[in-house]
C-alpha cells in the first residue's frame, strides 16, 4: 500500500509540473496571438492609407498627363512633352510599386 501511495503521489506531482509547464506555454502563445493580431491590424490600416495615397497620386499623375496632352503647360522650365514623359515615367514606377506591395502583402498575409 506504501508502494501504491507513493506512485500515486510521483504521478501527481509530474502532473503538475507539466500543467504549469503547458500553462506557461499557453499564456505565452496567447500573449503572441494577441500581439500578432494588433500587428496586423496596424498593418493592414496603414496599408489601406497607403493605398488610398497611391490612388490619389495616381489620378493627380493621370491628369497632370493628360493636362499635357492637351498642350496646358504644368511647369515654368518643362515643355508638354518632357511633362508626358515625366508623368509616364512615374506611372510606371508607381505601377512598378504597386505590383511590389501587391506581392509583399500577398507575402505577409500567407506567411502570417
Do not use: W
Amino acid at each position: 500500500m506504501k508502494s501504491e501511495y507513493r506512485s500515486l503521489v510521483e504521478a501527481i506531482i509530474c502532473d503538475e509540473l507539466k500543467l504549469a509547464e503547458i500553462s506557461k506555454i499557453h499564456a505565452e502563445a496567447q500573449e503572441a496571438a494577441a500581439k500578432a493580431a494588433e500587428t496586423l491590424s496596424v498593418v493592414e490600416k496603414r496599408l489601406e492609407a497607403k493605398r488610398g495615397e497611391l490612388g490619389r497620386l495616381e489620378g493627380l499623375l493621370q491628369n497632370c498627363h493628360r493636362a499635357s496632352g492637351d498642350g496646358k503647360s504644368l511647369g515654368s522650365n518643362s515643355t508638354p512633352a518632357d511633362q508626358a514623359i515625366a508623368a509616364d515615367s512615374l506611372l510606371k514606377d508607381i505601377k512598378e510599386m504597386r505590383a511590389t506591395l501587391k506581392f509583399l502583402c500577398d507575402h505577409f498575409i500567407k506567411g502570417s
